[in-house]
């Protein structure tokens, strides 16, 4: 690390309560040119809010930010922007019905006297891509990118605003690990040319492959700033939850008992092809592969939120037909989405009311719901599952992501399913939520249900699974045993 | 959900109670049982439009088909309430068959076609009015039996019939949303659509189900009106949904779904009611009445993003 250039911001003492509660307790912090400083913590650690003060969202109530050797004071986002900070944000903000070009430097527009100059928009946005390695046209429209393509064009639009820090908060969880090796590769080369970057992640192999530095929080306090080499896995976690996590998957050794769900040559046009598989009471199947190999829509159709175009699928050695999830809950599949806020939870509700409402019919005499019922059912399960809410009618909005993903998973558990699947369980939720999400699969799989588990982090699949489905681009290539599986095994079939 | 949700309707009713203190210290008349009597039957027909409204709205939905809905309605019971035709009952029944009908068309519409339910009920406005055209030939059906008229006119014990219909369909209505399934589901898909389907909520029958009711108790107000005026009138009601949306909106439901209540609503049509009766009252023409209006509505929405940021 290049000690002895200037610090491009050097944060001291930074304090910062609400209605009381302090979020920030004297953050010090620092970034030198060139260099990844991975800001680390569990949710609720006071990241966002350190992050808000360095974008000017929000003012700290005390403390010293120097910004290339110059105090800051009234910071706002257009002043901070001005002076090079660019964040890339985990949900993206970009204008759907826009090209490329034009939401790169939207807001930023080239003019010929009144008129846009549109090409040299689309030149200079091409020079952009060009010297990211990004292989796109720019006259794209956002609608058509997926999620990776559009977080790698934010990190374009902060190379064209000549960022001097950028930000990036969780910029791989949407990534295929392909594309992951793209983004480090596009951090290399900002290292290179001086920009510092605060990286904010949850997956522990990433910031050892790439981060300089970690600067620890835990509940808005300040803990230790370390160079990474002098971490390994287990001393960083134990600064971030403050005790040690001695296992993290904990899995025990199950026997499967009879198939719950089995899967005879499904088939959805350009989605997945011809798969077979069984999942068995007392087992956790894994599905592994790369994006788009097809491992979210096999799960949405056999949840019935997809139709599928031909094959079996039999619960419990019955063929039966999914129309709809509702069908599906009722012969006892339960779901755990993805993608949390789109399908997971109705934000404006209460705790006891999203737990409650896939179960509802079991809570209601004619029509009318039995509140006593449904609150002390609700509850009980979210003691179970050890939510943590303010009260029982907070909002779930205003709820972290790994409370916000116990309460859909208590919704699902509440139908008393046979088979859970669970889509990317622990996406972008802190290692202390983790542990306790894989504890209560192993234990739900103890208790004879039947688990599915779709993760993008392989040891995760590995820690969890019993037996391992691998996909590569829609077609299934390998199930494999707990034994006989390893990272380099699934990795091999899943680019078969 | 509880009856009274948050602070905005503690604020809403404190500004509903300010401006009835104004009103009644600035002309003597507004705090008689007579005025306030009548404040409550004229908004009646459009706190009925409104109530159904609500329920619609909170599904993220919109029903611009109410006013040609009354009119239709109107003219299809005022048909059959002529003296010595049928018992009252027939064009009571027949009426809210005709308005349940047009609702559940909507819903059935917007459920199958996924079109925007805005553009729908557009339509559904446009046809209805011409239905009602076309079954009463262009000209108001009058000449109705006094036991029709007597609906709009008459009491029960001292008590106008409209306002003891408003009552108890405020009483079912609020009971629907806040304490039963259907209630529930509303709340939910105006929250989060996809999740809600994800979470098993048959969606189309839910909404299915609000338009069918908003068209139901639109059918209600047209024969209310047609008694109340002794006339099915095919003109009837232009605007009416426009007037019941905007009692919505004042009483704090959120036109993107998900948040709302029934007491707001009830709130919303009282204070629309005791603002035109005060400035009535106070010989404010109604052309200056308009524009309070519109100021009302645009305040309200403006105070509640306010309120909502702060929550946030």
């Given at each position: 690390m290049p000690e002895s250039d200037q610090k491009i911001i050097h944060v001291k003492d930074l304090n910062k309560s609400f209605s009381g509660i302090k979020?920030?307790?004297n953050i010090q912090f620092d970034l030198y040119p060139g260099e990844v400083h991975a800001l680390m913590g569990e949710n609720g650690a006071g990241k966002s809010t350190f992050m808000k003060i360095l974008m000017g969202l929000i003012l700290p109530d005390s403390g010293s930010i120097n910004f290339n050797g110059e105090f800051i004071e009234n910071m706002d986002v257009h002043k901070m922007l001005k002076k090079g900070i660019s964040m890339i944000h985990q949900e993206i903000l970009m204008v759907?019905?826009?090209t490329i070009a034009q939401n790169i430097f939207l807001g930023r527009e080239f003019k010929q006297r009144f008129w846009l100059d549109e090409q040299e928009i689309d030149k200079k946005s091409e020079e952009i891509l060009n010297l990211i390695g990004l292989n796109l046209?720019?006259?794209?429209?956002?609608?058509?990118?997926?999620i990776a393509e559009m977080q790698l064009i934010e990190i374009a639009k902060a190379i064209s605003n000549h960022a001097k820090v950028i930000i990036m908060d969780?910029?791989?969880?949407?990534?295929s690990d392909k594309e992951c090796e793209l983004l480090f590769k596009i951090i290399n080369d900002l290292k290179s040319k001086g920009v510092g970057i605060i990286y904010i992640s949850h997956k522990l192999e990433e910031i050892f492959q790439i981060a300089d530095r970690i600067t620890v929080l835990r509940d808005g306090q300040y803990i230790a700033t370390k160079?990474?080499?002098?971490?390994d896995k287990n001393s960083l976690i134990s600064l971030m939850?403050?005790?040690?996590?001695?296992?993290?998957?904990s899995s025990d050794s199950r026997v499967p008992s009879n198939a719950i769900l089995e899967v005879r040559g499904i088939s959805k046009k350009g989605k997945f092809e011809n798969i077979n598989f069984e999942v068995h009471a007392h087992e956790v199947l894994g599905i592994a592969g790369l994006m788009g190999a097809g491992r979210t829509e096999i799960a949405r159709a056999i949840f019935g939120l997809d139709k599928i175009d031909s094959g079996e699928i039999l619960l419990k050695g019955h063929k039966i037909e999914i129309r709809s999830p509702k069908d599906a809950i009722e012969k006892g599949i339960a779901y755990v989405s993805e993608d949390r806020k789109a399908l997971g939870?109705?934000?404006?509700?209460?705790m006891i009311e999203n737990i409650s409402l896939s179960n509802l019919k079991n809570y209601s005499k004619g029509g009318f719901i039995q509140t006593k019922k449904e609150t002390k059912v609700s509850s009980q399960m979210a003691d179970d599952l050890k939510i943590k809410a303010a009260?029982?009618?907070?909002?779930?909005?205003?709820?972290s992501g790994g409370n916000q993903q116990k309460i859909v998973i208590a919704k699902a558990l509440l139908t008393s399913p046979a088979l859970l699947i669970l889509d990317e369980?622990?996406?972008?939720?802190d290692i202390g939520a983790k542990h306790e999400i894989y504890k209560l699969i192993n234990q739900l799989a103890n208790n004879g249900l039947a688990v599915i588990i779709i993760s993008s982090e392989l040891p995760e699949i590995l820690g969890m699974s019993d037996r391992i489905l691998v996909l590569s681009k829609g077609k299934q290539t390998a199930i494999l045993n707990k034994q006989e599986a390893s990272q380099e095994k699934i990795m091999h079939y899943a680019i078969h | 959900m509880q009856y009274i949700n948050n602070i905005r309707q503690y604020g809403l009713l404190i500004v509903f109670g300010i401006i009835c203190l104004i009103i009644s210290l600035i002309t003597?008349?507004?705090?008689?049982v007579s005025n306030l009597t009548i404040i409550v039957t004229q908004v009646s027909i459009n706190a009925l439009l409104a109530f159904g409204v609500t329920f619609v709205i909170i599904t993220g939905g919109i029903d611009l088909s109410l006013g040609s809905i009354v009119a239709v309605t109107g003219v299809t019971a005022a048909m059959l309430a002529?003296?010595?035709?049928?018992?009252?009952?027939i064009p009571i029944v027949m009426g809210l068959l005709a308005g349940l009908l047009m609702g559940a068309f909507n819903g059935f519409i917007i459920t199958k076609s996924k079109i925007a339910p805005f553009i729908v009920t557009l339509g559904t406005m446009t046809i209805g009015r011409g239905l009602a055209l076309i079954l009463s030939d262009g000209r108001p059906v009058s000449n109705l039996s006094d036991s029709f008229n007597y609906l709009g006119s008459g009491t029960v014990l001292g008590i106008p019939i409209l306002i003891l219909i408003f009552i108890l369909v405020f009483a079912v209505c609020s009971i629907i949303l806040s304490k039963t399934v259907l209630g529930r589901y509303i709340y939910a898909i105006g929250g989060n659509e996809q999740a809600a389907r994800a979470s098993g909520i048959n969606i189309d029958r839910v909404k299915l189900s609000v338009y069918s009711i908003s068209g139901l108790l639109a059918g209600l107000a047209g024969i209310l009106l047609a008694s109340r005026i002794t006339t099915g009138q095919?003109?009837?009601?232009?605007g009416f949904e426009l007037d019941a949306i905007a009692a919505v909106v004042i009483g704090?439901?959120?036109?993107?779904?998900g948040r709302g209540t029934m007491v707001g609503t009830l709130i919303g049509v009282l204070l629309i009611g005791v603002i035109n009766n005060g400035l009535d009252l106070l010989n404010v023409t109604s052309y200056y009445q308009q524009i309070v209006m519109g100021i009302i509505i645009i305040g309200a929405v403006v105070l509640d993003s306010l309120n909502q940021k702060s929550n946030s």
């Open positions: 979020a920030l307790d759907p019905e826009l046209n720019v006259q794209t429209k956002a609608k058509q990118l997926s969780e910029p791989t969880s949407a990534l160079n990474t080499y002098e971490l939850v403050g005790r040690e996590i001695e296992n993290l998957f939870f109705i934000p404006e509700m209460s009260g029982l009618n907070q909002k779930v909005m205003n709820l369980p622990t996406r972008g939720i | 003597p008349q507004f705090l008689t002529h003296p010595d035709s049928y018992p009252v009952l095919p003109n009837a009601g232009a704090g439901t959120s036109t993107a779904g």
